[in-house]
């Protein structure tokens, strides 16, 4: 995100928060960390509930602009390199960048391979399926065909749902799994709460059916990367307190964001 964008959404959010009371100014200095010349940030892009690619092929989404504030509050310019969701965390601790803006939800197995900050977002976890099919509880997935998409999202099923008694189906990416619902290819899918009212309002057909819990998300950094790591949180601290990150979240997802949990 470009210097001027960030200073433009500082601005605006700064407008708003002048019209709800009184908001503490922003530090007068940077945090500082000496080895760091530039915030080389991975960010997924490719139909994530938190970036996305904008009308210009840029780079947009809450990920990216808590990728910018935590750029300014370091005093460097942000890089944002592309990965994937199946790559991310090999990409992360392979060193291909410095911090992951989007990281996968947390999961006992993921929390063992990456240093997790204080999440910036959190998102209902959603069942979607055809208007016609009554799915009053999740005990009504068992046996059906349910779309889920690949990579370490999918870890956090099992603790929600009863995937041994379904046909869980792993497709490649979210624009595939709106086409393999639409086509009836599966009869469910589970997806994020933004993803889903994109997916119903592209296909009326479709509708929330069941929520499974909240979904929090989080940027990560490689274990050893504990400075880093502490930056970030103060950033992320002072993005709460002046009430930037709410209203980040509000205007991101049309959702407060809610109490954050301790990790």
């Not at 310019?77 to 992951?100: E, K």
């Amino acid at each position: 995100m470009a210097e001027p964008r960030r200073r433009r959404l500082l601005a605006g959010l700064a407008a708003l928060m002048a019209g709800a009371g009184p908001a503490r100014a922003q530090p007068s200095a940077p945090v500082r960390i000496p080895a760091l010349r530039r915030l080389r940030a991975g960010i997924d892009l490719e139909g994530t509930a938190t970036a996305y690619r904008d009308p210009a092929n840029g780079a947009g989404g809450m990920a990216v602009e808590v990728g910018g504030l935590i750029a300014d509050g370091l005093g460097v310019p942000l890089d944002l390199v592309p990965t994937a969701a199946t790559t991310a965390v090999a990409d992360l601790r392979a060193g291909r960048f410095d911090l992951l803006l989007n990281a996968p939800p947390l999961t006992i197995e993921v929390a063992r391979e990456l240093l997790y900050a204080d999440p910036y977002a959190a998102l209902e976890l959603a069942v979607i399926a055809p208007r016609p099919l009554p799915l009053p509880s999740i005990a009504a997935l068992r046996g059906r065909r349910v779309a889920a998409q690949a990579g370490p999202a999918m870890r956090l099923l099992p603790s929600r749902l009863p995937v041994d008694q379904m046909e869980l189906v792993a497709v490649p990416d979210l624009p595939f799994l709106a086409a393999a619902l639409a086509d009836r290819m599966v009869e469910a899918a589970i997806v994020t709460s933004p993803v889903a009212t994109r997916i119903a309002t592209l296909h009326p057909a479709v509708e929330v059916k069941l929520t499974l819990g909240i979904v929090w998300l989080a940027p990560a950094c490689r274990f050893g990367d504990h400075d880093l790591l502490r930056a970030v949180n103060t950033m992320l601290y002072i993005a709460r307190q002046e009430g930037l990150l709410q209203l980040l979240h509000q205007a991101a997802y049309e959702r407060p964001l809610p109490q954050l949990p301790f990790f």
